[in-house]
């Protein structure tokens, strides 16, 4: 695969450290990746993170445990318990599932550029959610103890949430952060996002175990703390909490100082995208040798059992009386073991093959996870723990090498994607699956006499899961085993003997060893590589073994000679290796030494696998012979060219020789060998599908080389030249650019001039239109001023002359109206004295006529007896009528009875004493005569002159009115208590039906309806006659 065939890359932002990234180590380029400022931030972030996040879920698995016994949810006991922390992985993988492959998409559009969601404030975001959950998260079981286990499960499921969407964020805004491609003249750029990937799978890795010993140091220190404060005695998980959040508060407070570049990453991709086998050509994969389906999902049961473990170790660690402490060891001690053994794999029995070291470890684990459920003694589960753990590690890294041994180039990646796919659905199942199993199992008690089996759930499901590795283990053995027939003991025992011998490559020039079966085109690829490689400007040295001396020569013939077929197989192994000693030191050290490229056609490789593996020697014995024979020079690069034995047979075209002659059997335990070999030292070995078009299988190993072949002297001399002419090219541009920039401010000045002095025309123009327009302006308004003044002094006169005729109307109006008032006041002085008048003639009339009306009666009365009072007759005086018509008013029938006659009337008969003095007049022997209504005189228009109308006699002093309105001369002066004085009554005046109008000249008032002086001393007129009581 060239260059221009690797799929693209995204760009990039970052500019500088391209150089530090190192393309022919994967470890190289994590460390290189970190190495810049804004990912290494980031990455501390999510470490710190995923830290926080794994230590919260060791909390609420204990807190859930905790509050499901207090509370009796789920049934109560040890089953609840358990249901409780199944729940707990069952809600967290919901989460998951949902927010990182379900609506991965959405999420993804939503924090990409131009979505909603900033990616920067979304991580932000997450970890102050995260924070505040892990602050409250262990108050609940103080809150609401009864409920506290929903809390708790809600908080996981919220978690859980805020992590995905944390993940997703950091996802789309990683990949902007990676460096530039760099000078790809030489060698191609590494794949930046496969690194970028390997990182994230690393930080994800190690974050529990991480935690693990966190929960551990914090629970030590929350029980020191529990011996002086009470609270923390029953919250011994609470520290653990708050350790979470402020570690939440650490990643947050990274991300408010990191600044993240816009731009839109590749596709995501989901965690369970790979779940379907890869298919090839010929339809789904099976691998190199078939072991494909096998290897894939064997690796997966491992990581599931580890998974099984770690879901149990809550109940596990409660049945042993660990606490939380305990808890946290047990956690520890599975997944730290896990990272050591992943770390220690490559050094784990070298001489073993690793198809059997991979199941020897698969058995290990088994073993170990069913002694731990067995075994009771703490001590011991804790070290059986460690040893389960370690094995796994190995079984997943050696499992991952074989299934990257199995895949093309071209579809290993998508085999990887479908192993962690795979691993990750096995992970899930087995961690809610055994805590179901536990609760299913329950505790269990057998006792006969002669030993005791008391356990509980998890103990059994420990058991249980390690029991079902063992027949993994057997049947990758058997199905994978590239040393049939060779026991496993003799095998297993010269591996832990030793090691191969310390061994390295030249200081000097590029060793290349082109390795493979027997028909696999190596002879074809050797030469296509050596005039690639002259065309370069290196020297090469192209040679091959056996036979590239002249003492190699004729062991060639003796050990491929057909008629050699009875030399045994240590002799044969003893051959090739004084070949080999013999064409180091002769041909491939000198040629080394001198910096040139040495092309060999086989290799050490080919005695161990063919005398190893083909064999039934060992094959430790055999490489430890042929370092020795070598001095320890190992190839740089070594091209493994791998094809099925059938497929290499058919491309013989000569009698096949000594080797070619052995069965089919022999050729592939030789294959199987060769690619043990290459998995156990993945960056030094290039395997490539020898069975494409040989064109194909060259342009794969001119990338490879393009990587890690150094630059010739005619490359580096090529790369100055270049470096010179594009500096030439440079510094030419340079000096273009400076004539164009001078030539260009020069043009600029001369344009700059000209448009200052057009300013300059334009600025006086505009000045003298501007001066032109304010005379004009000042024209127009001193005219129209002018006018103004004109106009307001006609005004002015209009006004003066409106007001001269204004104010002599008004004063004829005056003059007019006063002598009105004049003439009708002369007219009312006159009314008022003849009203007067006859006001006078009749008030003479009315007495008169009462002093002949009491002579009268005086006369007509019989003479008093001496012991009686005499009563006086008194003629009740008319009352003249209110509403009496005005002069001015009245009829003519009216106006012409200006006299009456005074009539007598005759005795009244005196009614009988009342009982009060308030409600009759006082009883005498006289009697009134009641006189005739005389009609009133007309009155005068105005008020002061109307006749007040006398109000009825009132009572004696000893009456009950308490106000005496009537002034006191208007009566007689009462006598005595021994006179007695009857008063006649006057007759009722009826009122008039007509009210006097008012005059035309007398304007209504709001003071009208106010009371008179007349109507305070004398009563209002519309009162009633009678007497008040």
Not at 96 to 108: D, E, I, R
Not at 194 to 211: E, G, I, N, Y
Not at 685 to 713: F, K
Request: aromatic share 4%; charged share 25%; net charge negative.
């Amino acid at each position: 695969m060239t260059r221009s065939e690797q799929p693209p890359q995204p760009a990039d932002v970052t500019p500088a450290f391209a150089g530090d990234l190192a393309a022919d180590s994967r470890d190289r380029a994590v460390g290189a990746l970190l190495k810049i400022p804004a990912l290494r931030k980031l990455w501390n972030a999510q470490l710190t993170g995923a830290v926080a996040d794994r230590l919260g879920l060791l909390v609420l698995l204990w807190l859930t445990a905790q509050a499901t016994g207090a509370a009796n949810a789920f049934g109560g006991g040890y089953r609840g318990v358990a249901l409780a922390t199944a729940a707990v992985f069952a809600v967290r993988l919901v989460a998951t599932v949902l927010f990182g492959a379900v609506l991965l998409g959405p999420l993804s559009a939503a924090t990409a550029e131009g979505g909603p969601l900033d990616r920067r404030w979304t991580m932000i975001g997450a970890d102050a959610v995260r924070l505040a959950l892990f602050i409250v998260a262990p108050l609940w079981i103080t809150w609401s103890p009864d409920s506290a286990h929903l809390w708790l499960l809600a908080t996981a499921f919220a978690a859980g949430i805020a992590e995905r969407l944390w993940a997703v964020a950091k996802d789309g805004a990683a990949p902007m952060l990676l460096p530039p491609k760099g000078d790809t003249s030489v060698r191609p750029a590494p794949d930046h996002l496969a690194t970028l990937h390997r990182l994230d799978l690393r930080t994800s890795f190690v974050a529990l175990p991480l935690a693990a010993a966190a929960m551990v140091v914090v629970t030590l220190v929350n029980t020191l703390l529990a011996t002086g404060i009470n609270w923390f005695d029953l919250h011994q998980v609470a520290l653990s909490s708050y350790v979470a959040a402020g570690l939440f508060s650490a990643s947050l407070a990274v991300l408010s100082a990191l600044e993240l570049p816009s731009g839109t990453a590749a596709r995501p991709r989901s965690p369970l995208e790979g779940l379907r086998l890869p298919k090839g050509p010929a339809g789904a994969e099976n691998g190199r040798t078939g072991a494909l389906p096998l290897l894939v999902p064997a690796t997966a049961a491992v990581a599931g059992a580890i998974a099984a473990a770690v879901s149990v170790a809550v109940l596990h660690a409660a049945a042993m009386g660990f606490g939380p402490t305990g808890f946290g060891l047990l956690v520890l001690v599975l997944t730290a073991g896990t990272v050591l053994g992943i770390r220690v794999a490559p050094r784990v029995l070298p001489g073993l093959s690793r198809r059997r070291l991979l199941a020897l470890a698969i058995g290990v684990t088994g073993v170990a996870l069913l002694l731990t459920g067995l075994v009771p003694d703490p001590t011991t589960v804790l070290l059986l723990s460690l040893l389960a753990g370690t094995a796994a590690g190995v079984s997943a890294n050696i499992g991952h090498l074989l299934i990257e041994q199995e895949a093309e180039e071209t579809r290993r990646a998508r085999t990887t994607e479908h192993l962690q796919a795979v691993a990750r659905a096995a992970l899930g199942v087995a961690a809610i699956c055994a805590p179901l199993l536990a609760a299913a199992i329950g505790p269990h008690r057998i006792d006969n006499g002669r030993f005791t089996f008391d356990h509980a759930g998890a103990a059994y499901t420990l058991m249980l899961v390690g029991a079902l590795l063992l027949p993994v283990a057997a049947l990758v053995l058997g199905k994978t085993d590239d040393r049939s027939g060779v026991p496993l003991r003799r095998d297993l025992r010269e591996a832990l003997r030793g090691a191969e011998p310390s061994a390295a490559p030249a200081a000097t020039g590029f060793f290349i060893a082109v390795e493979g079966g027997d028909g696999a085109g190596k002879s074809t690829q050797v030469e296509a590589l050596a005039s690639w490689i002259r065309a370069k400007g290196h020297e090469v040295v192209v040679t091959r073994e056996p036979g590239a001396t002249a003492v190699g020569k004729r062991l060639r013939s003796i050990l491929l000679d057909v008629s050699s077929g009875g030399i045994s197989h240590r002799t044969e192994a003893l051959l090739y290796a004084a070949d080999r000693a013999e064409h180091i030191d002769t041909v491939v050290r000198p040629a080394l030494a001198r910096g040139a490229v040495v092309i060999s056609d086989r290799y050490i490789d080919s005695a161990v696998a063919y005398q190893g593996a083909g064999r039934d020697l060992a094959p430790t014995e055999i490489a430890r012979i042929n370092r020795w024979a070598t001095d320890g020079l190992v190839a740089h690069l070594t091209v493994l060219l791998d094809v099925s034995p059938e497929t290499a047979r058919e491309r013989f075209t000569e009698a096949p020789d000594r080797l070619e002659s052995e069965p089919a059997e022999f050729h592939q335990r030789v294959r199987a060998g060769f690619l043990t070999l290459a998995a156990a030292d993945p960056a030094r070995y290039l395997v490539i599908d020898a069975g494409q078009d040989p064109a194909a299988v060259t342009t794969v190993i001119r990338h490879r080389l393009d990587e890690v072949l150094p630059l010739s002297a005619q490359e580096i001399e090529a790369r100055a030249e270049a470096d010179r002419k594009a500096a030439e090219e440079a510094a030419r541009l340079a000096a273009e650019e400076a004539a164009r920039k001078a030539e260009a401010e020069r043009a600029e000045r001369e344009r700059q001039a000209q448009l200052e002095k057009l300013h300059r025309e334009e600025e006086e123009r505009r000045l003298a239109a501007e001066e032109a327009a304010r005379q004009e302006i000042a024209d127009r308004k001193a005219a129209q001023e002018a006018e103004a003044a004109r106009l307001r002094q006609e005004e002015a006169d209009r006004l003066a002359a409106e007001e001269a005729a204004r104010v002599a109307a008004e004063t004829a109006a005056r003059e007019a109206e006063q002598a009105r008032l004049r003439r009708l006041a002369e007219e009312q002085a006159k009314l008022r004295s003849e009203a007067e008048a006859r006001r006078l003639e009749k008030q003479r009339k009315a007495e008169e006529a009462l002093l002949r009306a009491e002579a009268a009666r005086a006369a007509a009365a019989p003479a008093p007896a001496p012991a009686e009072v005499d009563d006086a007759t008194t003629v009740i005086t008319p009352a003249v009528p209110e509403d009496a018509p005005s002069t001015d008013t009245a009829s003519p029938a009216d106006a012409t009875d200006t006299s009456e006659t005074t009539t007598v009337l005759p005795p009244v008969v005196p009614a009988p004493e009342p009982e009060s003095s308030d409600d009759a007049p006082e009883a005498g022997s006289d009697e009134t005569a009641v006189l005739p209504a005389v009609p009133a005189p007309p009155a005068e228009p105005a008020a002061d002159d109307e006749t007040a109308v006398l109000p009825p006699v009132p009572g004696t002093a000893s009456d009950a009115d308490p106000v005496d309105r009537v002034p006191p001369w208007l009566f007689r002066p009462e006598s005595g208590p021994a006179e007695t004085e009857r008063t006649r009554e006057l007759p009722a005046v009826q009122p008039s039906a007509t009210r006097r109008p008012r005059p035309d000249w007398a304007e209504e008032t709001p003071l009208d309806d106010l009371p008179t002086l007349a109507d305070e001393l004398l009563g209002r007129h519309d009162e009633d006659d009678h007497p008040r009581h």
